[in-house]
């Protein structure tokens, strides 16, 4: 019997692939890799985040995407995704429309205010929040991502410097308050939100 390789899928033929499941799937050198189940500590965090971005009016809620909104990145090393599903993302306005067929933000499209990555156990999870998806999101002009980190109770802020295109990080813990420059009026500390997982 003779096996053939499935066929490599480009960003525009994974677009519109679909196989009537509600799997979510990121593409890594062509092919179709099926992303796990989010921990329920992932979950909770960025649920507990939606809800206080919405209750604060800081952002309508059609704005507001819980691990569903797909990002379209460049490839910047061997092994990169070409797109990620970060843990919380606030959209544009102008997203609304742009995203009506499928919550996904093109290379075309403006970035999104902000993404938020919650990272899971293990040298994996680390690597792959603090470094390669820090790269990616700075390669599409990504303004704020933010790195919660549940093992060292801390929230990184990290702002995309406009000179060189990279991010500058100010880590929060304890009873800090976070800061964001894009939300200014968010009143949340590091203590509350690990607080709200207890």
């Known amino acids: 019997m003779i096996q053939t390789r499935p066929k490599k899928l480009t960003f525009e033929e994974y677009l519109e692939y679909e196989d009537e499941t509600d799997n979510r799937y990121e593409l890594i050198d062509g092919e179709l890799i099926a992303l796990p189940p989010e921990s329920g500590l992932n979950d909770f965090i960025a649920r507990f985040l939606l809800f206080l971005f919405a209750s604060q009016n800081l952002v309508p809620l059609k704005l507001l995407a819980i691990h569903t909104c797909e990002i379209q990145v460049p490839i910047l090393q061997p092994g990169d995704a070409a797109n990620r599903y ?113």
């Open 86 to 198: 970060p843990d919380l993302v606030v959209l544009h306005e102008e997203h609304w429309q742009l995203t009506q067929k499928r919550l996904t933000i093109t290379l075309e499209m403006p970035p999104p205010q902000l993404v938020v990555e919650i990272v899971s156990p293990g040298r994996i999870g680390k690597e792959r929040d603090y470094l390669r998806k820090r790269a990616q999101y700075a390669a599409v002009s990504i303004p704020e991502y933010w790195i919660i980190d549940p093992q060292k109770q801390t929230v990184s802020v990290l702002l995309l410097e406009g000179n060189s295109g990279q991010y500058c990080d100010r880590v929060f813990r304890g009873q800090d308050s976070l800061v964001s420059p894009t939300f200014p009026t968010l009143q949340l500390t590091v203590e509350q939100l690990f607080a709200s997982i207890d």
